[in-house]
Every structure is written in C-alpha cells, then in structure tokens.
C-alpha cells in the first residue's frame, strides 16, 4: 500500500490507508458487532431489480458503492490510542485522508466481500457523517477551503441526476489508441486528433471512462439559522453516487463535505463536494436536551397549561383569545390518517384572518412562524404561484433546468404564513387549491413532472374589499377571495375595530405600557424558545385518539346542526368538511397537554371554535341565521335562491323574445317589478357576465349563453 506515514512512536511505519484499514477490521459496535466489517458485506446485497431485466446484467447491480464513516466511531477508537490523528487528518485533508481509506475499503473488499472486491472495486467510495461541530451555511469563508465542514439547511433547487466524468477516455478511429483526459471543474478538452498517430477522429469511449452518478442541488440556510434583517444565503452542493437520490426540494437535511473554492474572472466563488448526506427529522427540527423533555413533561401536567400556551402567543397583543387558541391548536396540529383504502386526510389546520386595518394580523402571523419548528412567512403582494408551489428554472452554467421548490414546500411539515393573501392576482391564488386540501404541489414543465410534499398548515391574513369590514354584507362580499379557497380554511376570523369607551381604554393603557417599556417585565409565561421546542416535542411524540364520549359529543354537535337544515328552504350550517376540522381541533387540543387520548373538555373547545368561526364569518345578514353556503358557494342561500329566480327570468325573456338579445333596460325592469332590487339586480348580471355565463353582442343587449 501506499501513503504517508502516521507521526508518533507507536505508529512508525504505518501508513494512513494501513491506519484506516485497522480501524475498519477493529471497531466493534455497542453489541461487540465488527460495525464496518459488516456494513461492507451488506453493501454486496445485491440490490433489488425488475423481473424483467435482463439476467446477464443483474449481477452489476450492488446495494451500495458507498462506506459511511460515522464521525464519532473514529473519535471513540482514536481515543484509545494516541489520539485523534486520524479525525484531525480527515478534517485538515479530507481529500488525502478519504483517498486513503478508499484504498483500505478496497483492500477490505477483497476480504470480506470478494463478490463486490470483483464487481465494484472501482466505484467504492467512503463517506463522512455526524461532525460533532456545525458551522452556519453563512459563515463558509476562505479558511474553510479545502477543508471538511458540516452545515444544515434547506433544500431548494434540484438538477435531475446526470453522470460527471471524472476521467475520459478517447479512442482513435483509426490506431485504435486510448487516449485519458482530466476535467477541470466543468471543462473537458477532447482532443481533436490522436497523439500517436497524428490523425483522427477520436471518440468518447464510456465503457473505458470513470463516470460517476451526480446531482446539483442548492442548500438555503434554515430559518431559524437566518439572522434578523437579512436575506437568506445559498450554497451549491454536488452530491455523487449513493448520495444523489435522497434529499429533494424542501427536504432538510446536513451536509458533510468539502469546500472548493471556483476563480470567475477576479471573483471567488464557494461549493460543497458533499461526502455526507443526511435528511434531518422535520418533526423536530429543534434540539430537545433532557432538562427539556423534564420540564416539557412538568407544564404538560400542569391543569392551566391551556392558558399558559395561549398568553404565551404574541403577549404584546391584547384580547383575541379565541384567535390565538386556534393558532395554538395550528402550530400542534391533529393527526394525518391514512385510510385502509389508501386516501389521506390532512392533519394540518388552515385559518383566515379578516379584519380591519390594525387589527394585529400581521404580527400574529409572524409570530406563529417565528415559533412553529418550521416555519415561513411570505406576504400576497410579492408572492407570485411559482413562489408559493415550485418552479423550474434554467441552470445558467450547465443549461439544465431544475425544479426549485417555492414557500408551502419549504414549510412541509411546518407552517407557511401568508400575508395579504387577497393580494395575490387570481391565476396566482389558484396554486393554493391542491396545496391545501391534498397537500401535494404538482409540476409539469420543462420535461420536469413532479409532485412535491407540502404538509403544511397555512395562517393567512386578509384586508376587507372595501376598506372596512361591512357587517351588512356577507363574507364573500367583504374579501376578493374565491369560495374554492375560503372553503378549505377550517376556521376563518373576522377582526372588527368596533369603538368602545372601556375596551378602548384598556387597550391604549395595554399598549402604552408596552410601549413605554413596563411591558417589558411582564414576560410570557413560556418563554419563545421554550415554548418551540415544546411544539416540537409534542408534534414528534403524541398523537392522541378520538374517546367514545368526545367522538360522540362532537357527532351531537354536528347532528344537531344539519337538523336546523331538515325543514325546506332552510340554509345548511355544517357540512363534513367542518366536522373533521373539528376533530382535527380537538386532536390539537390533546396534544397541548400531551395526552394521549382526547376527551370531552378538547371536543368542547374544538366545539367553541367552530361555533365562533360560524357566528363571526357564516351568518346570514338577510335572514340572520348561519348558512355554509357563505364559505362553501361564496354566497347564501338566500341569495342564491335568488340568483336562480333572477336566471329563471333572463332565460324565459330570451325565449319569448325568440333567442333573440334582450334589452339590459327591460330586464332589469322586469325583475324590480317582481320584487327585487335594482342593485342586486345589476350586480347579478356584472356576475353572470364575469363568469361567462351571458355575453352583450351589442351595447344595452343582454343574451344567456345556453
């Protein structure tokens, strides 16, 4: 073998591939197992193939070309000898050092798996994870060139998987000769004639070449990581072989590798080989220490743990109990179920906020992503589909495009805070729909066709249509959203800035103190960072079932709702969408005290929500009962009624008239004649007119499309 030798008495002589090799034959594992003796002869599994492909290739097919060295092995066997030479080597020189223990893997192969030894001798690679020191994605600098670091982030861009050549082999037409070329970076200078005999062509040969499995992705530093005030920084990571397939857009995860340095004209530019690749745990993205789970477990137990998490959230803010319950009950969030038949029904909550101007909703917005485990605030203004879903955009070095993951699929399995969502233009809002209800975002360009995970709660804030919101118009009428996206809210919040002598005195006092700095030691309850890692702990760890007596009290409730709808003519308070809200709520509300199991007091609560949820968004201003139809038809059924008469009226015109256009004038007559009113009457047809439904061939003529 070759190598340098290891400084140090014991060790005189040894080289560093005979070091590695020695550590790989002599680490045993907490069992007495020999860990990467084993490793080595599960990696000769062959890996799993169609039943149609063919027999004379399967035996290529190996488990895995790729040797992971946990980090902290290497800490505890050096330990035992003459300190952490190896460790210091591999980090100092990671490319020396990994060259190195290749070599050892590949005299290990021969020993105790000469199937791969003959097969795959020349893929084997050795990989690196578990450094025991992270390092900011924003802190990659010059003196880590070179060098072997580990960072976490997210990621966010992800070229399709191609092959990089690392050596390439030219074949001449003519002589026959082979000839061997080196990329450098991404540049590969194919020869134009053959050095022996002068003449040419030359060819690529493959089967002669080393080329291995690569992809690009881009990592973008965690939010929890990003600093106030700043943008979000990037790093380009190649991953090569067994890496290339396990983390795609929106995934977390940490990355070991080694930082290369790229000269552009005068400018420096920074990447990361990865030698390491691991998907981080979304459910906990936080670090939970043992003093953690104990007091976690304390104030769990506590019987005004309900109240102790609620003034916990945006204490600056006054009142707004119920608001901030259900934002509570978001960052826990209930189960996801999949049933026997393969369908999945969410677990995540989607709440509304509509209120007037300085009603706070921005700052409860952000506060909820500051203290969910993952969470991204985005404003409606500035956030276009591809923003919000995904996108695919052009690789400006290579020319390939790659699928960039936008802000649901970079909250999945957090919480994506959207503001001024009644901002965002129509064609942009309709991305929201699938990311909602299913939870996926699907993409289809370029030749790309993916669907991407977006388990994701989403908070969004809306800013009445007229200034104001108007308490003599319905909820469709006072917000630009359209009825398919307030339908998959499960609770929608109207914020009313109502004067009053006593509410408003104790709310300028409120925010005076605040203001002044007294507010600044009544501190909440639960500290941020606490109540965070709380969050996380109990989404990791509880998933507590429906009881027969709250499962039975929330099917009374619903019951006795829909009967209000029996008689005919009568409006329709509740539809199952709202039911399973409420079970959602009410898995939520168990989980805030860890239970395992939710009883009648979290089937009560998820009951007070929904009842305020339907008397604040759902009423009807005509007849003053609640009516669904509000949220779920975007109008109702009053006016709906109405609306169908109005039709009934146009249609029966344009036939009497002998399908011929009827005069707007007369129409409008017509209707007010048999009760209606004017301005309903014109806005009706401004409707039917938006939705294509009836077409003006000529000005004052009306005509329905049949």
């Not at 985005?378 to 956030?383: D, L, N, Q, R, V």
């Amino acid at each position: 073998m070759s190598g340098a030798e290891v400084e140090g008495p014991r060790l005189s002589g040894e080289t560093w591939d005979e070091r590695f090799l020695r550590f790989f034959q002599t680490f045993k594992d907490a069992g007495g197992e020999y860990k990467y003796r084993a490793r080595v002869r599960r990696m000769a599994e062959p890996a799993p193939a169609p039943e149609s492909f063919p027999l004379e290739f399967k035996y290529v097919l190996v488990k895995s070309t790729m040797l992971v060295i946990d980090f902290s092995d290497l800490l505890a066997w050096e330990d035992a000898e003459t300190g952490y030479m190896l460790a210091d080597f591999l980090v100092e020189k990671p490319d020396e050092a990994l060259e190195a223990a290749r070599q050892a893997l590949v005299e290990l192969a021969r020993v105790e798996a000469p199937d791969l030894h003959a097969r795959a001798r020349h893929l084997l690679r050795v990989g690196v994870r578990g450094l025991p020191t992270r390092i900011p994605l924003r802190a990659i600098g010059k003196e880590h060139v070179g060098k072997l670091v580990s960072f976490k982030g997210i990621v966010t861009r992800a070229k399709p998987k191609s092959g990089l050549v690392q050596k390439a082999a030219f074949v001449c037409r003519k002589c026959k000769h082979v000839h061997y070329a080196w990329p450098e970076g991404f540049k590969l200078a194919k020869p134009k004639r053959c050095e022996r005999c002068g003449e040419g062509p030359v060819d690529f040969d493959f089967r002669l070449s080393e080329v291995r499995d690569w992809r690009r992705l881009h990592v973008q530093e965690p939010p929890e990581e990003l600093p106030p005030g700043n943008v979000p920084v990037r790093a380009v990571v190649d991953v090569f072989d067994d890496l290339v397939d396990l983390a795609n857009p929106g995934d977390e995860v940490v990355v070991t590798g080694i930082v290369r340095g790229v000269l552009r004209g005068v400018e420096t530019t920074y990447y990361v080989e990865a030698v390491g690749l691991d998907v981080a745990a979304k459910e906990e993205p936080v670090v939970i220490t043992p003093e953690d789970e104990r007091r976690i477990k304390e104030i769990a137990a506590r019987p005004d743990v309900e109240e102790l998490i609620v003034s916990s959230i945006a204490p600056s803010i006054k009142g707004l109990e119920d608001v901030k319950l259900a934002i509570a009950l978001q960052l826990f969030g209930g189960n996801t179920v999949v049933y026997p038949d393969g369908l999945r029904s969410r677990g995540d909550i989607h709440i509304l906020l509509v209120g007037d101007p300085g009603t706070a909703k921005s700052q409860l917005l952000k506060y909820a992503a500051m203290l969910a485990p993952r969470g991204v605030y985005t404003s409606g203004k500035g956030a276009t589909a591809a923003g919000l879903t995904a996108t695919v955009v052009k690789d400006p070095e290579t020319g390939a495009y790659t699928l960039e993951a936008g802000a649901l699929v970079l909250a999945d399995m957090g919480l994506c805070a959207v503001d001024e969502i009644d901002k965002m233009d129509a064609k942009d809002r309709v991305a929201l729909h699938e990311a909602m209800e299913q939870q996926t975002v699907s993409i289809a360009k370029a030749g790309i066709v993916a669907v991407l995970n977006a388990r994701t709660s989403i908070l969004a804030a809306a800013n009445p249509t007229f200034g104001k919101y108007d308490p003599n118009r319905p909820l469709s009428e006072n917000i630009s959203l359209p009825a398919p996206i307030l339908s998959r809210f499960d609770l929608i919040f109207v914020l009313r800035d109502e004067p009053s002598r006593e509410a408003d005195g104790a709310l300028a006092a409120h925010v005076r103190a605040y203001r002044g700095g007294a507010g600044a030691a009544q501190a909440p309850p639960l500290d941020p960072a606490f109540l965070r890692k709380y969050i996380a702990y109990a989404r990791a760890n509880c998933r507590p079932r429906i009881s027969e007596e709250a499962g039975r009290k929330l099917e009374e409730f619903y019951v006795e709702m829909r009967q209000k709808a029996a008689r005919a003519g009568s409006p329709v308070p509740i539809t199952l969408r709202q039911f399973e809200a409420m079970l959602r709520l009410a898995e939520a509300h168990a989980k805030m005290r860890l239970s395992p199991v939710a009883d009648e007091r979290d089937a009560e609560a998820a009951i007070r929500l929904m009842t305020a949820f339907l008397r604040s968004a759902c009423v009807d201003v005509e007849t003053g009962e609640i009516d669904i139809n509000i949220v779920m038809a975007g109008r109702p059924r009053s006016q709906a009624e109405k609306i169908a008469l109005l039709w009934d009226l146009l249609k029966r015109m344009y036939q009497e008239n002998g399908r011929q256009p009827v005069r707007r004038a007369d129409f409008v007559e017509a209707a007010v004649e048999k009760g209606f009113d004017e301005a309903f009457v014109e806005k009706a047809l401004q409707s039917w007119y938006e939705r294509g439904l009836i077409v003006e061939p000529k000005l004052g003529y009306v005509a329905p499309i049949s």
